[in-house]
């Protein structure tokens, strides 16, 4: 017997089950529909013995250090600061935009001081600052939105940024200075081994079985009184009740190529031309070394599994109404990124799922097993 079913294997369902086998010593069964743990992180070497990642780049970056220091439990890290690329017309050019991007698009020597007038003079007075076009266009006017913004956003997410909320573009800032570092947060690195084996370290307890390539709809009836941890997405759990909940798919297109290098960072993007939106070379992520190299492309679509929650006013009112009804449920905690429909990086979605930890050892009383071990 059970004390607990976790539903999904990534982030959230991982963090937590560590959690409830070490932390509170319950028993856990931890089943995914997937035939592997990890969630949207999980990694593994190809055919030609590249590490990659099978649903597209992941890059671990935080800037607390209490996520940092609870994962550094299962993992080694390997320093990795991550620099983007965007093919413009042909030429590479750094994003954010910084000073080189501009500079060497117009063909300018501005200094960092000229750059912030430059932008002011060709940014546009927005009365307040509702959408993703928005916060482009009230920063640094609209030949550079059209440039780097526009077609990426419009491909990847199916609709005109003027119709998306202003988060989605606001994950990328504009810079004055030189810094082309995609993050800037204090904790920049890369498992040494991969997610997949830090994934099995977490989930190494005796404590936790783990049932994968099982739905949680087929088990739903048969675990008695355990209570339960959904990671999937909240719609389903709730049977469509209100609509589906929309979220943006992907396909990824892996390729092994036998040059040793393709491009000269890990991620180029191409916010102008090609339907995919960006192609990964993983070695550049990895310090991975082989005489051949892999990459991805991703090529977003409507349909396939649930992978981005789609951050619009009237998908949040719906999300709202599902979220009554998970707040309702007496013995089932929702976590992560499609059960809480929120656009969550990696780290978020550990913080969330220690918060959630805490607030089940608030709301219960331990185990009769956790007292025992405990005494
Ligand atoms: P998931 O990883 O989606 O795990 C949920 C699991 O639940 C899945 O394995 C699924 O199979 C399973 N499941 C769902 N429903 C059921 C069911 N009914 N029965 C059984 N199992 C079920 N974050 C970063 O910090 N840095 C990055 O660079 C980064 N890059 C990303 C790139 C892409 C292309 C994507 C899609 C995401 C990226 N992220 C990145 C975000 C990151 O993937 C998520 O924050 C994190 O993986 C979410 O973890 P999760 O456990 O909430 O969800
Ligand atoms: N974006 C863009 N052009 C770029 C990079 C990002 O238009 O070159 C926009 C796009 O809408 C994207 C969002 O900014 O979805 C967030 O980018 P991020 O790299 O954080 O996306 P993720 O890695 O989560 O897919």
Not at 30 to 47: C, Q, S, V, W
Not at 85 to 103: F, H, K, M, R, S
Not at 113 to 142: K, W
Request: glycine fraction near 6%; charged fraction near 25%.
């Amino acid at each position: 017997m059970y004390d607990w079913l976790v539903v999904g294997a990534g982030f959230a369902g991982s963090v937590l089950a560590e959690r409830l086998a070490n932390g509170r010593g319950e028993r856990v069964l931890l089943i995914d529909r997937r035939t592997h743990i990890g969630g949207n992180a999980y990694d593994h070497y190809d055919e030609a013995g590249i590490l990659i990642h099978r649903y597209g780049p992941h890059i671990f970056h935080t800037n607390s250090k209490q996520i940092f220091d609870h994962l550094s439990q299962f993992t080694n890290w390997r320093k990795y600061e991550h620099r983007v690329l965007a093919n413009i017309e042909g030429q590479l050019l750094p994003v954010p935009i910084n000073l080189d991007t501009v500079n060497r698009l117009y063909g300018l020597s501005l200094t960092s001081e000229e750059l912030a007038t430059f932008f002011a003079q060709r940014a546009e007075h927005v009365d307040e600052i509702r959408t993703s076009e928005d916060v482009v266009i009230s920063q640094v006017g609209r030949d550079l939105y059209e440039k780097f913004f526009k077609g990426y956003t419009r491909k990847q997410w199916g609709v005109d940024p003027s119709e998306l909320d202003k988060s989605v573009t606001s994950r990328v800032p504009t810079r004055t200075c030189r810094d082309d570092r995609y993050f800037t947060d204090v904790y920049q690195y890369m498992p040494s081994a991969g997610y997949t084996r830090m994934f099995e370290r977490m989930l190494s307890s005796s404590n936790i079985d783990i049932s994968l390539g099982v739905d949680y709809k087929d088990v739903r009836e048969k675990v008695g009184n355990a209570r339960t941890i959904f990671t999937g997405p909240i719609d389903e759990f709730f049977d469509f009740r209100f609509g589906k909940l929309p979220y943006r798919s992907l396909r990824f297109d892996h390729q092994n190529f036998a040059d040793e290098w393709l491009q000269p960072v890990a991620v180029i993007n191409y916010p102008m031309s090609e339907d995919y939106t960006r192609v990964t070379e993983y070695k550049h992520l990895t310090g991975q070394r082989h005489p051949s190299t892999s990459v991805t492309y991703e090529y977003p679509s409507a349909d396939g599994d649930p992978y981005y929650p789609i951050p619009r006013p009237e998908n949040a009112a719906l999300y709202k109404r599902y979220e009554a009804l998970a707040n309702a449920e007496k013995d089932v905690w929702f976590a992560g990124r499609l059960a809480t429909y929120r656009y969550y990086n990696m780290d978020q979605v550990v913080g969330q799922a220690l918060a959630t930890f805490r607030r089940i050892n608030e709301a219960l009383p331990k185990s009769v097993a956790f007292q025992a071990v405990a005494e």
